[in-house]
Each structure stands twice: as C-alpha cells, then as structure tokens.
C-alpha cells in the first residue's frame, strides 16, 4: 500500500481508453462497477471531444457479486455490439473486476459475435496507464495486423498517437509534413485516427516511424519481427534530434547521403542565437516528465537553448535506465519516482531557475515560485490549445522555444529588476511583468527579528537577511542556498552580509 | 415520518422508471471533494486503486495542491495477497500520515470497490487505529465504493457513520443535517433565530470539538434529499426527522423553514413574519431570472438525487416544463413532498440505462439538458443546451438568497447558447 495524493499516471484500463477513444470503428466493453465511468470526462472535458469515448461499463453493483456478474458482462457485450456495430472490439477488466475474475476475454471470445474479440488483460495492481496504452495498442495490432501487398510509393506508417496525449494531433501533422517533404508517404497512422481496418493494412507500409515509444514500442517490436518492418527510434522533439530522426529514416530506406529536410521554416536556432537570448544562456532548468518527453527536453534545453540541465527525472519507471545513462552525461542525480512529493522536494533543493515538467511540476512551480513550462502528460485543459501546437519537427522546435521563454523574466526586465529592486512595479510578488495582469503593491519588508530558526537552519543576521531580499526573486532561492552552503562549508553559524558577498564572490562565474 | 404537505396533484403515483444498465455517474468517493472542504480536522484516507486516486484528482477538476486533507492508500499487489498483510500496510500509513498531519483530528477511512470486493474489514480497522491513535485522532469507516454508493450517498455513508460518534443530549434542539456552505447555514441559523429558536446544530460539523449531540429532542430537518442512512440512523437515536420539501427555491425555502421552525414550537404568525421579506425578495428575484426559463423543457439525467426538488423549483417557480426527471435513487419518503408538488407531465426515472437515455433526449430534444460532464460536450455537438450537474453540488443554491443563483445556473446555459449561436452560427466541434 503506498499513499498517494496526486498521480502521473491512471490505471492501465484509461491508457486502454485513450487507445480506443484515439481510433475509430473500434468499441470497448469495460468489466467495471459504477463510477469508472468518470474517465470519460477526462476526454469530454479535458480534450474537449465532441463524441462519448467508444466505451460501454457494465456497471456491476454489490448484490450482482458471486451471483451473475458474469451473465451481466455477457448481456452488454452484445448490447454494445448490436449499438455500435463495431469493426471490432477490446474487451477488458477494471481494477475491481479483475478481482472477481469472471474472464470478460474468454467468455467475449465464446459468444461468436461477428467481429474479432480482443482480450485485453490490463493487471491494474502492477502497471498504470502509459503501459496500458502500449499494451492495448501491441494487441490490437497483433490480432489485426495482416500480411500483405507493399504500397505503390515509399510509405511509413507513424504509430503512438493516442487521445488525450500531450500535443499528439499535431506531431502527428507535423512528422506526416516532414516525412512528405522527404518524398515518404504515410500508410497509417495509429492508434490516433486509424480504424481496425486501417490496423490491418499497417504491414503494407515499407518502415514504422516509433513516434511514442511509451505507447508504439511493443507493437514496433513486433511489427519487426513478424512483417520485416524497421522502425525508428528517435523521437523528433528539437533541432538535433529532427536531424537525427531524417538520418534515421534516411537509413533505413536506403536514401542516398546526405539527406537533409528543409528547414527553411525552422526558427529557433536564430532565436536561440540572437543577442535577445543572451538571457537565457545558463539558466539552470529542472526537467521532470514522461521519460521521452523529459529526455528530449534535456537535450533542446542543453543543447540548443544554452540552457544548464541541474535536474532530470521521470515517473514512468520504464524509462529509468534511459534517464540515469542521460543524468550522468548531464552530470545530475536522476529522479524516477512517481510521488510528486519527491519531486517537490528535489525542485526545492536544488532551486532551479525555471522548471520543465507537468502539471504536477507546474503547481510545484506555483508553490515555490518558480517559473515552469509543461512539456509532458499530464496535462490540464490549458494543455490542448486551439492552434496548430506540435512538438516534434521543425514547427514543433519553434514552438518549443516559445513555450519556454513566455514563462521567464525577458531580458532588459532582468537588468531593471537587479538595477531597481524596491520598485512600485518590478518586485518579487509581481511576477514577471508580462504575466501579471493585477501587480500587487509591493509589500512591506516585514522582518521579525526573534523568529526562532528552524532546526538545523542557519541564523541570517537582520541586515543580511534585507540584503538577500535585495536580489531579485528568481535568482534569490540560489543565493540563500549558496551562501548557506558557504558557510556550512566553513563553519559559520552566523550569516552576515559579509558571509553574502562572500559566497557570491566564491560562486562568481 | 409523517408529511405535512398534502397537494392532491402531482408526481406522488407517477409510475417510475426503473432503469439498469451504464450508468454515467460517480462513485461515492467523490463526496471527499467537499467534505474534506467543510470538515476542517478531518482527513479522508480512501484503501483502493489507483482508479480511485485518479477519480479524486479528476473529479476534483482543479487540483487544491496545498497537501490537501484527502488521499488514497493504493492497494499493491502483495496486499490482495494476504488480509494481514493488507492490514499492516494500512497501519503503517495511517501512523505516518498521523505523525506529518498532528492538525488530524478526525480520520475517515474510506472504503471503495477494490477493498470491498477483497473484504477488507475498515470497521476493525477503525476500531484498532482508534485504541491506536485515540482520543486525539477519532477513526471512522464508511463506503464510498461504486459497488454500493452513487455519488452523493457517499456523503450520507460518511454521515452515517459518525452518527454513533456524537454525544447524546435530551434537550430541545433544531438539527440541520447536510453539509451547506457556510453561508447558507448561517442564513439559515439567522432565521431561526429571529423566530426565537437558539438550539440550531449542524451536521456535519466543521471540527470534531463542534459535533452536535442528539436524542429524544432533535428535530432533524434534512438539507439534501440524499440522507436517508444518516437519517435513519438518526432516527435510531431517538431523533424525530421531520418531513419536507427541500430548501430550493424561494417557496421550498419558506416550507422547510415553517416545518423546522413549526416544530420547535414557533407560532405560524412569528414564522410568517420573519418569512415575509426574505420570501418575497426570494421570489422577486427568482422571477426575474425565469423570465429566460418560463416553457422551456427540461431534461435532467440522474446524477445527485438533487433532480427531483429541482424539477419541482423548476417547474414551479420557474414555469419550466420537465420533460424526464431521473435520479440515480430515489428515496420515495424523502422526496414526497417534493414529488407531491412537482405537477405531473414528466418521467420519473430511476438508476440509468445511458444510451437508452440518450436516445430518450434525443427524441425529445429538451430546451436545456442537465447533465454530467462526460455527457455534455457531446450533447452540445449534437445541438442541445447541457447544463453540468456537478455546479449545482459544488454552489450554494440552497435558502433564499441563493434561489435566484439556483434559476441563474439553468437560465445562463441557455443564454450562452444564443449567443455562441450568433457569434459562431457554423462551427467544427474537435
């Protein structure tokens, strides 16, 4: 038993939905009691989807246990069949019906219903959603996917997209432009926007581009070993990496060197690059996400912003290994974990200038007051914008750096916060002057001198402590820390503003 | 229980509906969203899932970061193993939530489907953590599982279950039963008060060291038609619980205020007298917003048991035309009343069968559909005007100065609704 407050991920039957719902002409027959149905509301509401999830719950109650819980599934299995009329359907447990084990594969699979039947065991005790998805989306492939004739031109097909995940409808336009411009022609992509018989021509296609590997990966395994069909593992997200995935495809097609897309519509190495940036250069940056999404952001933020990697992380345990061999070359302590308490206690000590991650990450952000971009699932409804939003390609590198500036202090705003700290307008609670639009009146510098001091913490003398609220409030967590470090250090108890420019001096870069 | 109000007309013999199949609603672990909000010392620990921890936070919509006083202690696979295993892995939980939160007075244990399903035994639990961590920390079990509860009855489980906590008291008292926002209840306290009545308790309380005694003289009037266990438990403990209809609404207000205050013995002419400005500037008000209301249809789908007083507000003080009015229960002597004064016309259904439903308000094609949220975005695709039911759980639509923001709720929708028509008259839905 592990008490949790807030989760990364749901339970292996939603990555199922998110499967189903991202398809069409494919139905789920949920084994569920009442109340599971509320995951439904997470792709009304939260992705504004205009049809119900293609999922019917057989809503078993109490006094139906031990008696004819299995009578019941069986009833609306081909309730929903004789509905919606499926190209096919999965059929599967929620937690609770797992524990009654009336087998809703097996007793689908007796019942001779026209369409192929495909169980799914979902073991909601062990694994969570994102396995879900991937598990969902492997059977599926595997009890559809047939073999057969090569499509007319060169053609992939581009596997991971799944409803309700982190700007997927429009990575998937973006690699179907990129791959277009490379003389590639999409076969199918899938989950997202494919129907079973779409699922059946997939082996058609020449190669697999793996655009999720937390979803396609299984099915890309498979689609290897028993179509032939190569699949790419870069995932797109930034400059080098889109470089690399072309060189990938490349490769695997047998395009002759060197290949290169057009990048005529690719901003943000100028971005990046113009004086403007000049801000952004060191920025210290926490990163915490789905191990894909957190991986590629470490390398555009390192790599292509100037940025300084100080904290890399992810929840999905299966990406562990990937994130420690990465957190080494960054020369960070890797975080995997799935308790967002851990990964607020590891943003506050290491005191980032800005954060990279969730919505977890960004109330933690909220909290600590400090600024953050979300760049994985989950996400809120904010998260599914109305424009053309990708990550992946070239548009996707651009809005990568839109995405993460918009949160920082721009640059001759940073000057005029150190310059005139006191300021009606520029003071810590107003917050970036772009953001706020209801700047507080700056507060009172209100010091009580007999505060005890926490255990183990250190005594800031008065003109000290006003000293340090002198420095602007986005670099100010890292001066206490450093200072404190200073002098633990040495052994001072005592922090005088002697000891505060001190450190700086010690810490000057 | 005997009923004061005795209309000749009305639903009271419409035959019902009895539907069962999907239902579109939520378990009763979703209470925890509001009564961790209204009990301030409490801490809601639900044994489950990660389904269960999912809902909460989704159900939740916003997430209240601050540590908040509810979470789930997610069953692994070693705890369906073995019993004593489970019980141990929650002891341990509970003794380092308690050592982090010394601000817990009062801890729910939750039961849900999983735990239920495996028979984890809470009220043991309950009763070993309280020698445990008592008398600081008072443990209570309840269910909040989809198997036995819908929505709203999680609040009645909860209720129930602390009724055999409470004190026990002969004294005359008026106990108001349900959790209303704070300024409702003092609305409501403020009333009687005028009218002489001092003894005004409510249930639940918002702390441990506040909780209202009970016996022989408690009148107990409900504020939510979705009580009837902590009802009946109240009643076990000598309570007189007093039929009415419920407070929404300026006319519902006045009635269940009278029976309150009728009695505790307060003179018709006193009642009245105190009554008469704040009903008619209820009322005045109410009249106002149906203007937008007045022969619209109304199709509202079962989700808090709130349907059938609403139905009755909206029909009676708004000039709205119920066309289905279905509830995931229906406590038949709950709402007598309120089903005597809702005039016949529409089904009454009871439970759901949703594609059924949905075809049902696809015929009728009602002016306004109440609804949960998985259900409106799609409604609104396919043309109609939704309203989320969820708003009227999570506002203060009880009393007096709440009924016009009761009518408001219904009227925006559909005010919206020619708007977005003028503003977008095609649009692509996502």
């Keep these: 038993m592990k008490l949790s407050v807030w989760t990364y991920e749901g339970p292996p039957h939603v990555g199922a939905m998110r499967v189903a719902t991202g398809m069409t002409g494919l139905h789920y027959v949920l084994h569920a009691p009442q109340g599971d149905t509320y995951a439904d509301l997470l792709f009304t509401m939260i992705e504004r989807r205009n049809h119900r999830p293609p999922v019917t719950y057989t809503t078993f109650q109490a006094r139906d246990l031990g008696s004819d819980t299995a009578d019941l599934f069986k009833q609306t299995c081909m309730d929903a069949y004789e509905r919606f009329r499926p190209q096919a359907l999965i059929v599967g447990a929620s937690c609770t019906a797992e524990l009654i084990q009336d087998d809703p594969g097996g007793l689908a ?286 548009e996707g590198a651009n809005v990568l750096f839109d995405t993460w500036v918009h949160p920082l202090v721009m640059g001759l705003e940073e000057h005029l916060l150190h310059m005139f700290r006191e300021d009606f307008e520029f003071h810590d609670d107003a917050g970036p002057s772009h953001l706020s639009g209801h700047a507080k009146p700056a507060p009172k510098l209100e010091i009580v001198p007999d505060a005890p001091a926490p255990e183990g913490a250190f005594i800031w003398a008065i003109d000290a402590e006003k000293e340090l609220r002198k420095i602007p409030f986005f670099v100010r967590g890292k001066a206490r820390r450093n200072t404190e470090t200073f002098a633990a250090e040495r052994g001072i108890e005592a922090i005088s503003i002697e000891t505060l420019y001190d450190a700086k001096a010690h810490y000057a870069r | ?196 009545i001092e003894a005004v308790r409510s249930f639940p309380a918002t702390e441990r060291g506040l909780a209202p005694k009970v016996g022989p003289g408690t009148k107990v009037l409900l504020a939510q038609p979705f009580l009837g266990d902590a009802a009946a438990a109240l009643a076990a403990r000598d309570a007189d619980i007093l039929s009415a209809p419920f407070p929404f609404g300026a006319d519902g207000t006045a009635a269940w205020i009278s029976i309150g205050a009728r009695a505790m013995g307060v003179p018709q002419a006193r009642i009245d007298a105190v009554l008469e400005t704040p009903h008619r500037r209820a009322s005045n008000a109410v009249a106002k917003v149906a203007q937008n209301l007045r022969g619209k249809t109304v199709f509202l789908f079962p989700d808090s048991q709130l349907e059938i007083p609403l139905a009755r507000f909206l029909a009676r003080e708004c000039g709205m035309i119920p066309i289905e009015v279905g509830s995931p229960y229906i406590h038949g002597s709950l709402v007598a009343d309120d089903l005597a004064l809702l005039p016949k016309g529409p089904l009454i259904s009871e439970g759901q069968d949703v594609d059924r439903q949905l075809d049902r308000a696809r015929d009728a094609r009602p002016d306004l559909t109440v609804c949960g949220l998985g259900l409106a975005n799609p409604l609104e695709a396919e043309g109609l005007t939704t309203k989320w039911a969820i ?18 709720l219904f009227a925006r929708p559909i005010r919206r609704r020619a708007m977005i028509d003028s503003m977008h008259p095609a649009r692509v839905t996502a």
Aim: charged share 25%; proline share 6%; hydrophobic share 45%.
């Design chain 1, 109 to 394: 699979a007796r019942m001779g219903l026209p369409v192929p039947v495909i169980p799914l065991e979902l073991p909601s005790y062990q694994r969570k959603e994102n396995w879900g998805a991937s598990e969902t989306f492997f059977q599926i492939v595997r009890h559809l996917a047939k073999p057969c004739a090569p499509t007319a031109g060169l053609t992939c097909n581009i596997l991971g997209g799944t409803a309700l995940g982190f700007r997927h409808r429009d990575d998937v336009a973006e690699i179907t432009r990129l791959l277009e411009g490379l003389g590639i022609g999409v076969n199918v992509a899938a989950p997202l926007g494919a129907s079973p018989a779409d699922i059946a021509r997939l082996p058609a296609a020449e190669f697999n581009v793996m655009l999720y590997p937390e979803i396609a990966e299984p099915a890309c395994r498979w689609l290897e070993r028993e179509h032939g069909q190569k699949y790419t593992r870069t995932v797109p997200i930034g400059v080098g990496a889109t470089r690399d995935f072309v060189a990938e495809v490349a490769e695997i097609t047998g395009m002759a060197p060197p290949v290169r897309a057009d990048e005529s519509q690719l901003r943000l190495p100028w971005w990046s690059a113009s004086v403007d940036s000049t801000y952004l250069t060191g920025k210290r940056v926490f990163i915490f996400g789905d191990g894909t999404h957190a991986l590629a952001a470490a390398r555009v933020a390192r790599d292509e912003m100037g940025f300084e990697v100080v904290g890399l992380g992810c929840y999905n345990r299966e990406f562990a290994r990937d994130i420690r061999a990465a957190a080494k070359d960054y020369g960070v302590t890797p975080l995997i974990t799935d308790d967002y308490l851990d990964v607020e206690a590891a943003i506050e000590q290491v005191q980032p200038e800005m954060i990279l991650g969730t919505q977890m990450e960004r109330h933690i952000g909220k909290r600590l007051g400090i600024p953050c971009a979300v760049i994985s699932a989950p996400v809120h409804v904010q998260d599914f914008p109305a424009r053309y939003s990708p990550v992946m390609g070239h």
């Design chain 2, 1 to 196: 229980m005997t009923s004061v109000i005795t209309e000749p007309l009305g639903c009271s013999d419409a035959p019902i509906l009895k539907e069962r199949g999907q239902r579109e609603v939520f378990c009763g672990l979703t209470g925890i969203v509001w009564l961790h909000r209204k009990m301030q010392d409490a801490f809601f620990l639900v044994v489950g899932s990660r389904t269960c921890a999912h809902l909460l936070q989704s159900a939740a919509g916003v997430m209240i970061f601050a540590e908040p006083r509810f979470g789930t202690a997610i069953m692994e696979e070693k705890d369906l193993a073995g019993l004593a295993d489970a019980n141990e892995e929650l002891d341990r939980e509970v003794d380092r939530l308690l050592a982090r939160r010394p601000d817990i007075k009062q801890l729910f244990l939750v039961g849900s489907c999983p735990s239920e399903v495996i028979k984890l035994d809470l009220s043991r639990a309950a009763e070993r953590l309280t020698d445990r961590h008592g008398p600081h920390v008072q443990v209570v079990n309840y269910s909040g599982s989809g198997i036995e509860t819908t929505f709203t009855q999680g609040e009645d489980a909860c209720l129930a279950a602390l009724v055999p906590t409470l004190g026990v008291t002969a004294d005359k008292q008026l106990m108001l039963v349900g959790s209303l926002p704070d300024v409702v209840e003092d609305q409501f306290v403020r009333l009687f008060k005028a009218m002489g």
């Design chain 2, 391 to 408: 708003e009227l759980v999570f506002s203060p639509i009880h009393g007096f100065e709440q009924a016009a923001d009761l009518a408001e």
